[in-house]
Nanobody, 124 residues
Framework: QVQLVESGGGLVQAGGSLRLSCAAS????????MGWFRQAPGKEREFVAS????????LYADSVKGRFTISRDNAKNTVYLQMNSLKPEDTALYYC?????????????????WGQGTQVTVSS
């Protein structure tokens, strides 16, 4: 059974940092791009960041560019999202997802495996 399990969420003050992890099991995703999405209450799920299979290419939403960094460790079948300078508007449920493709994409329809999410709450 394929599983993506996110961890590292929590409550942090504005300006703080968190590091999210997403551990995959059941199969290797070393040839797949991986991504992070988020969904705030009352809003649609939105793209945050993605990384290609090798880690050599990344994409970011404009709202997080310069503050968030996505990375991966294929030996550990794990992808990370380092979030710095957090803002209250970053508050959301953060999801990890595995792409159908090896190159990084932004569209949620390109992703066919999803985790259950980890909550990030940023207080002002």
């Amino acid at each position: 059974q394929v599983q993506l399990v996110e961890s590292g969420g929590g409550l942090v003050q504005a300006g703080g940092s968190l590091r999210l992890s997403c551990a995959a099991s059941g199969r290797t995703f070393s040839t797949n791009a991986m991504g992070w999405f988020r969904q705030a209450p009352g809003k649609e799920r939105e793209f945050v960041a993605s990384i290609n299979w090798s880690g050599g290419s990344t994409l970011y939403a404009d709202s997080v560019k310069g503050r968030f960094t996505i990375s991966r460790d294929n030996a550990k079948n794990t992808v990370y999202l380092q979030m710095n300078s957090l803002k209250p508007e970053d508050t959301a449920l953060y999801y990890c997802a595995a792409d159908k493709f090896s190159y990084a994409t932004r569209r949620s329809v390109d992703y066919n495996y999803w985790g259950q999410g980890t909550q990030v709450t940023v207080s002002s």
